[in-house]
């Protein structure tokens, strides 16, 4: 088994641009004030933003866009979690289209889940109104109604003109230049929008690429690729008089690429930036994004790397126990920010209720999972960046991207299943060069396999955390009663649910016969 799993892996092909890279981790933070081109009014908002400095990817990405590189090639960006690949992408964009007289959407930015949309396009709405751009979000955070009016203009009807709904619109324009979306809500608009076009696109990011590659969603990269290269071809060298009756007489100048072995012949082009900090290298999954004679940026030697501030600890125990090691050790944490991942919303839904039953808790304990409401999500989310909630239990909802000030500890009270889960998920912690911990909890046969999965992220350094036979002691009174609480919590559960089934159906029904 093992021999047909190593054959697997060395009889895949790594494709020869990524056998050569650029390594992020050679460059230097640039302190803003010796960043070559960058604009100052950028400059002033990176500096309200709270940032003195680029990071070393920023740096890395920047030389490729703004500097020498010129954006002349795709760029595919591996860079570990929390190192600050949302400005990497964000700054060079915005600067370059900080120059555009006119509003129309030229970068689209595409993210898995509506959370790191939302925090995505934070850091765009941070940068881009200081040089006269507005950014969009496509979620379902919102109305479908309610997300067009922001993100299409309707003409203003001058007195006395009376449009027809033809003319009406094909005055219809972009409000932003920028659209942060997910999948599902960017075909909505692709279908259904009025005066929502691809056709001015300019920048394409895909972040999380991997996760993204993943999950078809509607076809929506093929569907963006397409569009976007239907345009290529009218703003071809000899159609590029050609534009849309919407914008008159604006024109879209994309980036000329130049192909190699392409006899030097210039073409405009979407320039895509695709990023990960697992990124994949199946050249099949890769194919899918169809890159434009790609750069590989990534960091380090190894395929796959922790942040540098992260410690990795494992806690051993019993399987019948391990609620009770887990509150002992959030006990030892003292209150710090901390995130327990567990294996399914099921059991995060389980594991949460359960421990908020131990009452007597100095720390306020919230479940985050696919399971709820986008708005009891959110509202969770927001109290814990604010410090009133200290745990979050939660599926892997909250494994990829999200990026939570003062994370000082994550806990796998499941061990993740891949190497790729367990480094989003310690990534929740030891962002931008800050220290943190990550803790595993085991059962002592799931050791060996365990410390399989950490050397693939070349990890081999993962000491025992140990947590007092006392403090487990001191709560087993309270076990018993907790466990019993939890049993009648999820039967009322059940039967609330039944209920609500039995309400709807007969509804159903009586629609049914008076139809
Ligand atoms: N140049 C900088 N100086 C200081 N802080 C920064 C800088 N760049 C980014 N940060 C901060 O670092 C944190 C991590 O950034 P970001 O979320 O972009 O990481 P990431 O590489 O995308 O991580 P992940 O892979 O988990 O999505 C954020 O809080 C961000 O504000």
Known sequence: MELVTEQK????????????????????????????????????????MGITSLFPVQVAVWQETIGPGSFERDLCINSPTGSGKTLAYALPIVQMLSTRATKCLRALVVLPTRDLAV????????????VGLSVGLAVGQSSIADEISELIKKPTPEAGICFDSEDFSLGLRSSVDILVATPGRLMDHINNTKGFTLDHLCYLVVDETDRLLREAYQSWLPTVLQLAHANNQSLGPVASNTFSPTFGS????????????????????????????????????????????????TTGSRRYQLPEQLKSLKVIC????????????????????????????ESTHRLCTLLNFFGDQKIKIKEYSRLQ?????????????????????????????????????????????YVKTYIHRAGRTARAGQSGCCFTMLHKDEV????????????????????????????????????????????????????????????MKKKEKSA
């Not at 900090?277 to 194919?287: E, G, R, V, W, Y």
């Not at 960046?385 to 000082?408: F, H, N, P, W, Y």
């Open 250 to 297: 604006l024109k879209t100048i994309r980036r000329f690429g130049v192909e190699r072995g392409f006899k030097a012949k210039p073409y405009p082009r979407l320039v895509k930036m695709v990023l990960s900090a697992t990124l994949t290298q199946d050249p099949s999954k890769l194919a899918q994004l169809d890159l434009h004679h790609p750069l590989f940026l």
């Open 373 to 417: 409401r986008q708005t009891i999500r959110s509202k969770t989310l927001r109290a814990f960046r604010a410090g009133e909630i200290q745990v979050l239990v939660s599926s892997d909802a909250m494994t990829r991207g999200m990026d939570v000030e003062g994370v000082k500890n994550v806990i796998n009270y499941d061990m993740p299943a």
């Open 9 to 48: 892996k060395t009889s895949v092909p790594v494709l020869p641009w990524m056998r050569n890279p650029i390594d992020n981790s050679l460059y230097d933070e640039c302190p803003l004030n010796f960043l070559p081109f960058l604009d100052p009014r950028l400059e002033a908002a990176l500096y309200d």
């Open 448 to 507: 060996k396999r365990f410390k399989k999965l950490l050397q693939k992220a070349d990890n081999n350094s993962c000491p025992v955390y140990s947590i007092p036979f006392e403090s487990i002691e001191s709560l087993r009174s309270t076990y018993s009663s907790a466990l019993e609480k939890l049993k009648e919590s999820i039967e009322s559960e059940k039967h609330r649910k039944r209920r609500v089934g039995t309400k709807h159906s007969t509804v």
């Open 318 to 345: 019993e399987s019948k126990l391990k609620p009770l090691y887990l509150l002992a050790l959030l006990e030892t944490l003292q209150g710090e920010k901390c995130i327990v991942f567990t294996s399914s919303v």
């Open 119 to 130: 925090q995505v396009k934070e850091v765009f709405a941070s940068l881009a109104p200081a």
